[in-house]
């Protein structure tokens, strides 16, 4: 993937140090509960209350663990499942043939990207990494596809709509915001591979499928959105030794996201108005503008031709302004649940992340391709403002400062949250 050695270096010292915080924290023996009591508290909501959304992982969870303490279990878990998404993570970028160092290191370093998930412990233990897992998974089959032989095309076009239906049905039953948060993003990818493959009509039957299945389940699972009469039941579930861990001062009483589930409109709206009036809004736009840039750049990088000898760019790449229009698309469609919701920095993560593998994978499309013949004042126009800022030097280092400076919160956020205290690593730094 990597030409050069010191390039090389830095991208695996960035992913061992992630795999290693990581499981040293998640798998530290100090301490049972090892992240926030909200996204445990949400992988615990189930069906013994009756069927309630967001309640499938859950549900099976407290199969397998067969009446048994659950919350102990989920550390190995959400573990796996951030190792899993690394791994797939980095094979999109190896079938994408990008070979941009650069480019790797950058997405790796974004806030909300995978260094940042490592250092702060979030993000990962949230649902929405089984979403960037199905994505990447849809990904590299649409990957494989480029590259097959022709007898053994239909077996992955199928396989791909076999996952995409069943992934994202599964998924919304996990938790519904899959419909706002990588359902659309998916719909995109699914639609280019169908354009790309538009001769073989079961996939179109499945292309529709899909578009339709998710929407009714998300209506469903509105339907039945749960109480607070449903979060008691389902709470008084788990056992006793789980409920102490969450809220050891009120066990018998439905806290966190499981009280969640008998919210009202008012109080959920009460949550906006919450980051308004105390007026952190503005750094969530920060991190939103800034994140948006990073993808742009790299989008920009890619469409360029660079190499990564940093050659001179080829007058066919440099023309390919859909790369660029389409992986915009791809951002804003994707972060539809940031103007909807108030835990901004768990879906500017998620958005980042879904449009980055994204971007690896459309690189490659051949239907990305026929859309470049754009009028030549578009092309001029986005010439000199988009291809100038992919490449700059200087842009490239500020946003470099801008990754290893700035941090983002899950959600709740104060001016010193946003910094990444460097110093706690080499034991200089202490916390409250």
């Given at each position: 993937m990597i030409r050069s050695y010191w390039q090389a270096f830095i991208i695996i010292a960035i992913l061992e140090f992630s795999v290693l915080i990581a499981g040293f924290w998640m798998l530290g023996d100090y301490e049972v509960k090892r992240f926030n009591v909200w996204p445990i508290s949400e992988w615990?909501?189930?069906?013994?209350?009756?069927?309630?959304?967001?309640?499938?992982?859950?549900?099976?969870?407290?199969?397998?663990s067969q009446g048994q303490k659950i919350i102990p279990a989920l550390n190995p878990l959400v573990l796996i499942f951030f190792y899993t998404y690394i791994a797939i993570f980095i094979s999109v970028y190896q079938l994408a043939k990008i070979q941009r160092a650069s480019l790797l290191i950058i997405a790796l370093l974004i806030p909300g990207g995978i260094f940042h998930m490592a250092i702060g412990a979030?993000?990962?233990?949230?649902?929405?990494i089984l979403f960037l897992i199905h994505f990447g998974i849809l990904?590299?089959?649409?990957?494989?596809?480029?590259?097959?032989?022709?007898?053994?095309k239909t077996i992955f076009l199928n396989l791909f709509g076999i996952v995409a239906i069943v992934g994202g049905s599964l998924l919304m039953l996990i938790h519904e915001a899959y419909f706002f948060m990588a359902y659309p993003i998916t719909v995109l990818l699914f639609f280019i591979l169908y354009r790309e493959n538009?001769?073989?009509?079961?996939?179109?039957?499945?292309?529709?499928?899909?578009?339709?299945?998710?929407?009714?389940?998300?209506?469903?699972?509105?339907?039945?959105?749960?109480?607070?009469?449903?979060?008691?039941?389902?709470?008084?579930?788990?056992?006793?030794?789980?409920?102490?861990?969450?809220?050891?001062?009120?066990?018998?009483?439905?806290?966190?996201?499981?009280?969640?589930?008998?919210?009202?409109?008012?109080?959920?709206?009460?949550?906006?108005?919450?980051?308004?009036?105390?007026?952190?809004?503005?750094?969530?736009?920060?991190?939103?503008i800034a994140n948006a840039l990073v993808i742009i750049y790299s989008a920009i990088q890619i469409s360029?031709?660079?190499?990564?000898?940093?050659?001179?760019?080829?007058?066919?790449?440099?023309?390919?302004?859909?790369?660029?229009?389409?992986?915009?698309?791809?951002?804003?469609?994707?972060?539809?649940?940031?103007?909807?919701?108030?835990?901004?920095?768990?879906?500017?993560?998620?958005?980042?992340?879904?449009?980055?593998?994204?971007?690896?994978?459309?690189?490659?499309?051949?239907?990305?391709?026929?859309?470049?013949?754009?009028?030549?004042?578009?092309?001029?126009?986005?010439?000199?403002?988009?291809?100038?800022?992919g490449s700059s030097l200087i842009v490239l280092m500020v946003i470099l400062g801008y990754e290893l400076i700035f941090q983002m919160p899950e959600?709740?956020?104060?001016?010193?949250?946003?910094?990444?205290?460097?110093?706690?690593?080499?034991?200089?730094?202490?916390?409250?």
């Open positions: 615990l909501i189930n069906y013994q209350g009756g069927f309630v959304r967001r309640g499938l992982m859950g549900e099976l969870l407290r199969f397998f979030i993000f990962y233990p949230r649902k929405e990904c590299l089959l649409y990957l494989i596809l480029l590259g097959c032989e022709s007898n053994r538009i001769t073989y009509f079961p996939l179109k039957f499945q292309l529709i499928s899909f578009i339709l299945v998710v929407p009714i389940l998300f209506l469903i699972c509105t339907i039945y959105r749960g109480n607070s009469d449903v979060a008691q039941i389902i709470w008084d579930s788990y056992t006793l030794s789980d409920r102490i861990i969450l809220a050891p001062a009120a066990p018998y009483t439905a806290g966190y996201a499981t009280a969640g589930l008998g919210w009202t409109t008012n109080q959920h709206l009460s949550t906006l108005y919450g980051v308004y009036i105390s007026g952190t809004w503005i750094y969530w736009l920060l991190f939103y360029l031709g660079f190499n990564t000898d940093r050659k001179s760019i080829s007058k066919e790449s440099s023309k390919n302004l859909a790369l660029v229009l389409v992986t915009i698309s791809a951002w804003l469609i994707s972060s539809s649940m940031f103007f909807i919701a108030s835990d901004y920095g768990r879906w500017i993560a998620c958005a980042s992340n879904l449009t980055i593998l994204f971007l690896f994978t459309i690189s490659r499309s051949t239907f990305i391709r026929t859309l470049n013949k754009v009028s030549n004042a578009l092309h001029r126009t986005l010439h000199s403002y988009f291809y100038r800022f959600c709740c956020i104060s001016e010193g949250d946003i910094y990444i205290p460097y110093l706690k690593f080499i034991g200089l730094y202490q916390t409250n």
